[in-house]
Each structure stands twice: as structure tokens, then as C-alpha cells.
């Protein structure tokens, strides 16, 4: 089955390392989307790419980084950069552009700082 | 720029009760209307979309018709059920530039038995 899996579900991080969240898709989509999720504030973009080899900032991409060496992964990593990192993330994807082009979610991972 | 504005939750019913969550964009064109729902721990499912004003989107009981003189994309059921507590999200993804989708805050809903 054609789908999104982020790995792992649960991820713990102690202040001042960095953690990278996986994300792989088998859906041969070219856009993908990371977004973080607070409670009460819904999701904000935090980085995406719509080609292999280029991504582009978010609007909170401050303390992130990424990576999109192939078409079906877009890793992210949380840095010790970020100062809030405890969160729900979801990766995403789409095919890159079209009328009703709708996202497709993994089941994210939540990530919290001990 | 593009914003989606949904209603505060929690919304909070009894099983079979009318259920209205509201929802008003803000953008530029005509851009695609999406509902998703988030179950607790999960990821978030598309529920329903429409493309084009007037245009009615429906899944499992839940409707919403994108409405462009009042910018509103509104969902309804007319009899939930307690398996349909969740969080709900209005999105739209813009009919041109970027084509990344913009989420609203999301609306809590409830079911009582």
C-alpha cells in the first residue's frame, strides 16, 4: 500500500543534542511538507520541498534543518538551535501543483525533551 | 497572505445532534477548500475537498460547500456519532504561487453518548 511513514512515533531528546524525525513516502509524489503541531495553535510549516535537491524555509524554520537527496525521503532534523523543540511533527506530501491537489499525512512523531 | 479561520473548540454534543463547524479563508483567486480529521495520536485524514465556488464536498455524512461571496466552507452532519470525535481542520491550498496548503487552527468535536 502507496503511503507516508515517519519513524519513530515517540522520541525523546535531552537539551543540546540534535534528533532527525524520518520521513519516507511511496506515493511518487515531488512536494513534501514538514509541519509542527502545539496544542491550540494548529500546524505551522516548518520547512518544504517541492524537487529533489531544493527546499525552502517555512514559517518557522528557525532551529530546523533538512535534507531531500531523494525523492522519497525528506529528513528532518531538530537542532539544539531550537529552543521549544517539544512537539507533535507531521511530514506530508503531494504531487507538486493542481485544483484539488490534497496533502497526505504519516502519523507523526512526537517528540519530547527530557 | 493566505489565513483559514475555524471556530474554537471543544465542540461538545450528544450522539445524533446537529453538528456546524465554521470556517472563513482568506486568499487571493479561488483556491481549493479541504476538511481533515485528526484522531487522537494520529496523523490527519482528508475528510472532504470542493475546487470551485458553489461546489459541494461530502464524505461519510459530513458536507461543506464552498461558498465564495462569504469566503466560508462550513462542515455539517446531521446526526453524529461518538466515533466522530476527533479534531477537524479547514485548509486551502492556493490557486496559484507556491500551492502550499495553509491549515486553520483546528476544532475539537466531542460526542457524548
Known amino acids: 500500500d502507496g503511503g507516508i511513514t515517519q519513524s519513530p512515533k515517540y522520541l525523546f531528546r535531552k537539551e543540546g543534542q540534535n534528533v532527525t524525525l524520518s520521513c519516507e513516502q511511496n506515493?511518487?509524489?515531488?512536494?513534501m511538507y514538514w509541519y509542527r503541531q502545539d496544542p491550540g495553535q494548529g500546524l505551522r510549516l516548518i520547512y518544504y520541498?517541492?524537487?529533489?535537491?531544493?527546499?525552502q524555509k517555512g514559517d518557522i524554520a528557525e532551529g530546523y534543518s533538512v535534507s531531500r537527496e531523494k525523492k522519497e525521503s525528506f529528513p528532518l532534523t531538530v537542532t539544539s538551535a531550537q529552543k521549544n523543540p517539544t512537539a507533535f511533527y507531521l511530514c506530508?506530501?503531494?504531487?507538486?501543483?493542481?485544483?484539488?491537489?490534497?496533502?497526505?499525512f504519516g502519523q507523526g512523531t512526537r517528540l519530547t525533551v527530557v | 497572505g493566505n489565513s483559514v479561520t475555524q471556530m474554537e473548540g471543544p465542540v461538545t454534543l450528544s450522539e445524533e445532534a446537529f453538528l456546524t463547524i465554521n470556517c472563513t479563508y482568506t486568499?487571493?483567486?479561488?483556491?481549493?477548500l479541504f476538511w481533515y480529521v485528526q484522531y487522537p495520536g494520529e496523523g490527519l485524514q482528508l475528510l472532504l475537498k470542493?475546487?470551485?465556488?458553489?461546489d459541494k464536498g461530502s464524505n461519510k455524512g459530513f458536507e461543506a460547500t464552498y461558498r465564495k461571496e462569504t469566503t466560508s466552507f462550513h462542515l455539517e452532519k446531521g446526526s453524529v456519532q461518538v466515533s466522530d470525535s476527533a479534531v477537524y481542520f479547514c485548509?486551502?491550498?492556493?490557486?496559484?504561487?507556491?500551492?502550499?496548503?495553509?491549515f486553520g487552527r483546528g476544532t475539537s468535536l466531542i460526542v457524548h453518548p
Open positions: 506530508a506530501s503531494s504531487i507538486p501543483a493542481g485544483v484539488g491537489t490534497e496533502a497526505f
Open positions: 506515493l511518487n509524489h515531488d512536494a
Open positions: 520541498s517541492q524537487i529533489v535537491n531544493d527546499f
Open positions: 486568499a487571493t483567486g479561488y483556491p481549493s
Open positions: 470542493a475546487t470551485k465556488a458553489d
Open positions: 485548509a486551502l491550498l492556493p490557486s496559484g504561487g507556491s500551492y502550499i496548503p495553509t
